[in-house]
């Protein structure tokens, strides 16, 4: 069996060091890794698999000595010098930024949804769509399928960790405010607390008063599902969370549904689990989700206001299938395919 080469790029990000976690699981065929991040983080030890390895500064020389897969989780404007050097050595990029997603050339994945995309790469780069983005996909694959889409109403509840390392301290360090009585802590990533908070602001506001990551979700859904003409809004919300993306999904359908029928097609969807019996209380939550690769999608229910109308909630670990595990699946299919 053939073994591949791969270098982590953001090794000692939130996403980066998941990663590492993703590749212990699933146990691809490896020979050899390299772990990558910017000059102020070389030197540092990171464990996989039993081994140490000491990280490396990314350069323009990095790949070099040859990689098969490269997955990058080092923001845009890295991946925007970096991937097409790697991609220029025969490597395959994965890329966890926003700076491919929206590329023509690029195809943008996810892997039980539009894996048919991964053979057209130009580019030599694959482009990881956005967390929020990548587990609405799974139900709304089985959706169009069954029954097409006309149109989607977004409203995400996300977690501080989408947001990073800072994220999470603004979090952190708003619990202990809060137990200590005191009612100032300087923040370090968002515009106000996000402790006893939720702030309806992700990403820089633009012209039309929609947010970035809201075009995100709109303008991504239209290319992994190959359909601009799926009408769709978005509203997306930072809550104190610390972990996992839930989402309440409203969907417009083409065509009649039973609610039984939706659910028994997205229990065969690889990767989604139906966690829907509200008679006993159970319900997709985000303590649920946290360390799973796996969407669950939950409350699913009629939309009586408009024909064909569908209510769904949706939660995924954002850091695993919202980044690195996604990315990893990317790799996992190709290999398995022999497409690398």
């Known amino acids: 069996m053939k073994e591949y080469r791969i270098a982590i790029v953001g090794a000692t990000g939130m996403v980066g060091r998941t990663f ?16 990558f991040a910017s000059a102020r983080s070389a030197g540092k030890t990171l464990t996989l698999a039993g081994r140490a390895y000491t990280v490396e500064e990314l350069t323009e020389r990095s790949f070099d000595e040859g990689f098969d897969i490269a997955l990058f989780s080092a923001g845009a404007a890295i991946s925007k010098v970096y991937a097409p050097i790697a991609a220029a050595h025969g490597c395959v990029v994965i890329d966890n930024s926003s700076q491919w997603r929206m590329d023509p050339e690029v195809p943008l994945v996810v892997p039980e949804v539009n894996p ?9 780069i694959i482009a990881n769509p956005n967390c929020s983005t990548i587990q609405a996909m799974l139900p709304l694959k089985v959706l169009q399928d069954n029954y097409g889409i006309r149109r989607v109403v977004y409203s995400t509840y996300q977690a501080v960790s989408g947001a990073g390392m800072k994220g999470w301290a603004d979090l952190e360090n708003g619990a202990r405010a809060f137990a200590a009585g005191q009612k100032d802590y300087p923040l370090e990533k968002f515009p106000y607390p996000i402790f006893s908070n939720c702030i309806p602001h992700i990403d820089v506001f633009l012209e039309d008063g929609y947010t970035k990551e809201e075009h995100k979700m709109i303008d991504e859904t239209h290319k992994i599902l190959a359909d601009d003409s799926i009408r769709i ?3 997306t919300v ?8 839930s989402e309440s999904i409203n969907i417009e ?14 229990a065969k969807m690889e990767g989604l689990i139906v966690y829907d019996d509200v008679a006993n209380n159970i319900y997709p939550l985000a303590s649920v989700a946290s360390g799973h690769n796996e969407v669950y999608v939950g409350r699913i229910r009629r939309d009586t ?3 064909n109308g569908l209510n769904l909630w949706c939660v995924a670990d954002n850091i695993r299938k919202g980044a690195a595990a996604n990315a990893v699946q990317i790799a996992k299919y ?3 395919h022999e497409m690398i």
Do not use: Q
């Open 20 to 35: 590492i976690k993703v590749l212990e699981e699933f146990g691809l065929p490896v020979s050899k890794y390299k772990m």
């Open 116 to 124: 048919e995309a991964l053979s057209r790469r130009s580019k030599g």
């Open 233 to 235: 809004t978005a509203t």
């Open 238 to 245: 930072r809550v104190p969370v610390f972990n996992s993306h």
């Open 253 to 266: 359908l083409a065509s009649p549904f039973e609610l039984d029928d939706v659910r028994a097609a997205m």
């Open 305 to 307: 206001s408009v024909e």
């Open 334 to 336: 190709m290999i398995e």
